[in-house]
């Protein structure tokens, strides 16, 4: 298999912003958010203090954590280099823009989504970690990562063969669906559940860890109760591939979403019993990423990518 250059992009930058989810979950767990106080700038400045003493002007040594500030400007850094990736992702699209506009236009927006993204993000830090807007945040993440994704796949599935019946293909999507917009709604559920849990941290006093989840409230307990109902639905479809004996690329892929609920479930249940780790927040938060590529991907090869109808 011989990428061309804009495959080799568009995959780098899909795997580059999975990246930056994951950098931005350590962002959160280590409560970075605020590490810079201000944007663009860093204190003021494009390249942050290491000591209290360099503070600019106008900042006090209370609103300065060296470990903090220098983990938010890495975050800040990565977006920057993601930034990048999809402008080059956006020029190098123009090869496709005759032959397959769907590639260059998605590949534009992905570029205007993360251009509003640099600015939502500026905005997050301004209303200092509003609630709203870190969902908004987060949710658009999702979306420019399933754009890049639509994007590499278009551009490389001629690499892919997937040989089912028409009704399998209909069966096998309507359950994807099912299971892509369970997971959807139980990333908007998590991050209000990690907002909630943002607001009694921060108070002005904060209770013992392991009484956070009780005040939580019924979010925790809706997200709980629809971790279930995904794990079924992600149950009976690996219940659908063994019973159908499918095979290759998509049976793969089925097992791989399978699994990832499966892990999703167990860390999620390891989050509540161990009262919050950090580690598995970042663990937790990866793995929602991942489950939204991979039952998308799995949706577009079902949708796009039948070669022959049996």
Known sequence: MKLNTY????????????????????????????????????????????????????FTPDQFN???????????????????????????????????????????AALILVLFQGWLGGEVVKS????GLITLHMVLAMVIVSTLLYAAFKASSEFVTVNISE???????????????????QLILGTQVREA?????????????DTWIEQIGSVFSIHR?????????????????????L???????GYINVALVIGQVLVGIILQVFHLPKPFQVI????????????????LTIKMRTDKVL
């Open 128 to 131: 200092g970690l509003y609630e």
């Open 167 to 185: 009704v399998t293909k209909k069966q096998l999507f309507s359950i994807g669906v099912v299971l892509f917009g369970l997971t959807v709604i």
């Open 66 to 108: 060296v470990w903090k500030t220098w983990t938010e400007y890495v975050n800040r850094l990565i977006g920057v280099v993601i930034g990048l990736l999809i402008i080059a992702t956006f020029v190098l699209s123009f090869r496709y823009r005759k032959t397959k506009p769907s590639i260059f236009w998605a590949s534009f």
């Open 7 to 58: 495959q080799k992009t568009a995959i780098t930058t899909v795997i580059a912003t999975l990246f930056l989810i994951l950098v931005g979950g350590l962002v959160r767990a280590t409560g970075a958010g605020l590490g810079c106080p201000d944007w663009p700038k860093c204190f003021g400045v494009w390249i942050p203090p290491t000591n209290v003493a360099d503070l600019p002007e106008g």
């Open 225 to 245: 109760s629809f971790s279930w109902l995904l794990l079924g639905v992600a149950l009976y479809l690996w219940y659908y591939l063994w019973k159908n004996k």
């Open 197 to 209: 849990v943002d607001v009694i941290k921060e108070a002005a006093y904060v209770p013992p860890r």
């Open 247 to 253: 095979d290759g690329f998509i049976n793969q892929l």
């Open 284 to 299: 937790h938060l990866v793995g929602i990423a991942l489950m939204i590529c991979g039952q998308f991907l799995m949706l």
